[in-house]
């Protein structure tokens, strides 16, 4: 259960997405009607290429990074902090992706470093957690993913200004998917740590959402278990219309 009033659901368009892309985002928010509006809040985040571009015609959608530096400036070359992702019209930002924590060694203590960067510019940070197949198949996904988020997670931040993604990695862009069960009973392992991490009564301010392999078909039956608050979407994210059919599981 949760207290948050909206369902969030994200897309997370990763390293892909021109100039000529930005009619995608048009079209959700074309999409974005106001019974829509008022049962779900939607984020697309795109490459940061192209946020300032996205920020005037993005409407009621809002915008997000996928990643920050854990400072707010300095000599990164090629590093982006949550203050120019806020600057150039985000609100949200992605951190702790899987794909990052494997490509660039990112552990808990720098996500978490990120999420309170975002918290200080302004931003809501997306934590992602999830393990992998072999920590599944070991029996250890519960365990892994209570360790990532108690690493991981902001804890001065106020936990409504916070969001949680449950990643596995092994259902990421492979058209795999953990049973609604499976999803509903590792989202109230997560809830459970955040009801401790910030105070029983607390954690139910903290949106949880899922993410791998989420699309149009498969939607209403993951959004539908118990504690999940919404959805991460990768590939499905990057067509206005399968974008706005998983979104359509909360009308
Ligand atoms: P897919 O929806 O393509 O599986 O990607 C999920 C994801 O990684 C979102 O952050």
């Known amino acids: 259960m949760t207290s948050n009033p909206r369902p969030l659901v994200a897309g997370n368009w990763k390293m892909h997405g021109l100039l ?13 009607d106001a019974e829509l509006r008022a049962r779900a809040e939607l984020v697309v985040c795109p490459p940061a290429t192209l946020l300032a571009l ?12 996928q990643d920050c530096h854990d400072e707010e400036s300095g000599a990164h070359t090629g590093d982006i902090s949550a203050r120019m992702l806020a600057d150039a019209g985000a609100t949200y930002v992605i951190v702790g992706h899987s794909e990052r924590r494997a ?36 029996g250890r996904a519960v365990e892994i993913v209570g360790r990532q988020v108690d690493g991981s997670v902001p804890w001065s931040a106020p936990p409504e200004r916070l969001v949680i993604a449950y990643e596995p990695v092994w259902a990421i862009g492979t058209g795999l998917t953990p049973t609604p069960r499976d999803v509903a009973d590792m989202h109230g392992a997560i809830r459970a740590r955040l009801e401790t991490g910030f105070g029983a009564g607390n954690g139910g301010a903290t949106r949880i959402l899922y993410g791998g392999s989420v699309k149009p078909a498969n939607a209403a039956e993951l959004l539908r278990a118990p504690d999940v608050d919404g959805a991460l979407v990768g590939g499905a994210s990057l067509k206005a219309a399968d974008f706005l059919g998983i979104a359509g599981a909360y009308r």
């Not at 000529?20 to 074309?30: K, L, R």
């Open 20 to 32: 000529a892309s930005i009619g995608e985002i048009e079209a959700v928010a074309a999409g974005y």
């Open 103 to 138: 490509a660039y060694g990112e552990s808990d203590a720098l996500v978490r470093a990120k999420a309170e960067a975002a918290s200080r510019a302004g931003l809501t940070p997306i934590v992602c957690v999830g393990e992998t197949r072999f920590d599944r198949e070991a």
């Open 54 to 65: 996205a920020r005037p015609i993005a409407a009621d959608v809002g915008l997000g990074g």
